[in-house]
């Protein structure tokens, strides 16, 4: 009998995240009906309530912690399941904590590429051809302020955005996703090449994807579904799962990864 391999899925998770932790997995789980790998999902959380520039600093420093106790399961990739903290800390900061995490790893002997949520966006859009977005998120606007300029520093313009002020993170996590497709479409999508219909992870939105890219007739991407792709293509693996819009479509499925750049920030 033929067996296929079960990939170990580590991810660094707010305490107050109920998203990613399905999401991701719905993701990966409905690419199980089409291919023949399995995954299994472990997280480590950091402690962080309301989306503020000084919680998500504190947590941000708990992540080597969490780096360490996900290689304690040897996870095969590790996911930061955090965009705000990421952009928050400094221009171009996911690759620096993409190195240092993936260091905390290989220090445990227990070596895990890391994908953070904010570098997966970034390389996503940029995996769609995407120069030009429209984005939903669900931060303060000094906060989503924050998200348009390192969107802007790694080379894509932002035309316009929908800044939910929600400062709660659970209050994120219980947004409608329903209603994502109506805000998007009130942007001014019409010259974007893509519109992210949540710049956050705690904000559900997978339900409402593929209905969205029907509605602006345009490639429509989340933060999470960028972060699965970008997973599965650390992982050596198609990064193909049925109904989670063009990314995922297996248009995209053997694309590169982002070349190795020098951590600034």
Same mark, same amino acid.
């Given at each position: ?5 079960? *990939? ?22 409905? #690419? ?28 941000? !420093? ?30 171009? *900061? ?11 790893? !290989? ?23 995407? #120069? ?17 300029? *390192? ?9 316009? *955005? ?100 020098? !951590?600034?920030?």
């Amino acid at each position: 009998m033929t067996t296929h391999r079960t *990939y170990r899925i580590g991810q660094i998770v707010p305490s107050s995240n109920v998203t990613m932790e399905t999401e991701i997995p719905a993701i990966l789980r409905a #690419r199980e009906t089409i291919a023949p790998e399995r995954f299994t999902f472990h997280s480590s959380r950091m402690r962080m309530t309301h989306v503020t520039p000084e919680q998500l600093k504190a947590m941000d !420093a708990d992540s080597d912690r969490c780096a360490v106790e996900l290689s304690d399961a040897r996870v095969d990739v590790l996911g930061y399941a955090c965009l705000v903290a990421i952009m928050s800390m400094g221009l171009g *900061y996911h690759r620096t904590s993409e190195e240092r995490l993936h260091t905390r790893t !290989a220090e445990n002997g227990a070596a895990a590429p890391v994908v953070t949520s904010a570098g997966a966006l970034v390389h996503g859009l940029h995996t769609l051809g995407a #120069r030009k977005i429209a984005l939903v998120a669900p931060y303060m606007r000094p906060l989503t302020r924050t998200v348009v300029d *390192y969107l802007t520093h790694e080379g894509i313009e932002v035309l316009d *955005y929908a800044a939910l002020e929600i400062p709660d993170n659970l209050d994120v996590a219980a947004h409608d996703p329903a209603r994502l497709p109506g805000i998007a479409r009130a942007l001014r999508h019409a010259d974007a090449d893509a519109v992210v219909l949540s710049a956050c992870v705690q904000m559900p939105s997978l339900g409402a994807v593929e209905e969205a890219e029907q509605l602006l007739g345009k490639p429509v991407v989340s933060a999470a579904v960028c972060t699965a792709h970008q997973m599965l293509r650390t992982l050596d693996l198609p990064a193909v799962a049925p109904g989670a819009g063009h990314l995922l479509s297996g248009a995209y499925a053997e694309t590169p990864l982002p070349r190795r750049e020098p !951590a600034t920030g």
